[in-house]
């Protein structure tokens, strides 16, 4: 069985600091990567997509990197602001999820 | 936000009742999915839909049927709620293909009691 685990499950930080989120997947034959925030109550908004031939994605404060053959993605979080709180979520696009990193930036 | 649209956003319902949730999308995507999300198990994908009447099952996709017969409209059906389906059900689109992100609707919580 595939699996997608996210380490650690829970990360609390104090403002302003620099921060990665860990994914480990199973399946090295993936076609991407994606990963999400989840706010409470809410539903999962896209953040990056990592293709297959990448090895990194940007999006502003969000660089998300992808090693096929570790079978290992890591999201970066630069300059941490307390509205980046929330549950990071990665998807091996084979349609399986980490159980995520619910992340809580301290003001 | 990706046009998707889940309904009924809330319901309660009785054991052993049937129950249909709609995912309707305005994006034309192939691909479209439905997902359960539960505390200690993260998101567990039940079935998607590769097509208009093309559909596949997913890793927890007993008790559970599904149909799309326009590519706007995937409808996933409890056919006997249990207790055990209480949870938040979350469709998707897009996905399934290389190079092409996922995008989520808001989720409907059924609560079967």
Same mark, same amino acid.
């Given at each position: 069985?595939?699996?997608?685990?996210?380490?650690?499950?829970?990360?609390?930080?104090?403002?302003?600091?620099?921060?990665?989120?860990?994914?480990?997947?199973?399946?090295?034959?993936?076609?991407?990567?994606?990963?999400?925030?989840?706010?409470?109550?809410?539903?999962?908004?896209?953040?990056?997509?990592?293709?297959?031939?990448?090895?990194?994605?940007?999006?502003?404060?969000?660089?998300?990197?992808?090693?096929?053959?570790?079978?290992?993605?890591?999201?970066?979080?630069?300059?941490?602001?307390?509205?980046?709180?929330?549950?990071?979520?990665?998807?091996?696009?084979?349609?399986?999820?980490?159980?995520?990193?619910?992340?809580?930036?301290?003001? | 936000?990706?046009?998707?649209?889940?309904?009924?956003?809330?319901?309660?319902?009785?054991?052993?009742?049937?129950?249909?949730?709609?995912?309707?999308?305005? $994006?034309?995507?192939?691909?479209?999915?439905?997902?359960?999300?539960?505390?200690?198990?993260?998101?567990?994908?039940?079935?998607?839909?590769?097509?208009?009447?093309?559909?596949?099952?997913?890793?927890?996709?007993?008790?559970?049927?599904?149909?799309?017969?326009?590519?706007?409209?995937?409808?996933?059906?409890?056919?006997?709620?249990?207790?055990?389906?209480?949870?938040?059900?979350?469709?998707?689109?897009?996905?399934?293909?290389?190079?092409? $992100?996922?995008?989520?609707?808001?989720?409907?919580?059924?609560?079967?009691?």
């Amino acid at each position: 069985k595939q699996e997608v685990t996210q380490i650690p499950a829970a990360l609390s930080v104090p403002e302003g600091e620099n921060l990665v989120l860990n994914c480990s997947f199973t399946d090295s034959a993936i076609y991407n990567l994606q990963w999400f925030r989840q706010d409470p109550g809410k539903g999962l908004t896209s953040l990056l997509l990592i293709q297959s031939s990448q090895r990194e994605q940007t999006s502003g404060r969000l660089n998300a990197s992808l090693d096929k053959s570790s079978g290992r993605s890591t999201l970066y979080i630069a300059a941490s602001q307390p509205g980046d709180s929330a549950t990071y979520l990665c998807e091996d696009n084979n349609l399986f999820f980490g159980t995520g990193t619910r992340l809580t930036v301290i003001p | 936000d990706a046009g998707i649209t889940q309904s009924p956003r809330h319901k309660v319902t009785e054991t052993g009742t049937p129950v249909t949730l709609r995912c309707h999308q305005t $994006e034309n995507h192939r691909y479209m999915y439905w997902y359960r999300q539960d505390p200690g198990h993260g998101l567990r994908l039940i079935h998607y839909s590769y097509g208009v009447k093309d559909t596949d099952k997913g890793e927890v996709s007993d008790g559970y049927s599904v149909s799309r017969s326009k590519t706007e409209d995937f409808l996933l059906t409890l056919e006997s709620a249990t207790s055990s389906q209480t949870s938040v059900y979350f469709c998707a689109i897009g996905g399934g293909q290389k190079n092409t $992100e996922a995008f989520f609707g808001q989720g409907t919580r059924l609560t079967v009691v």
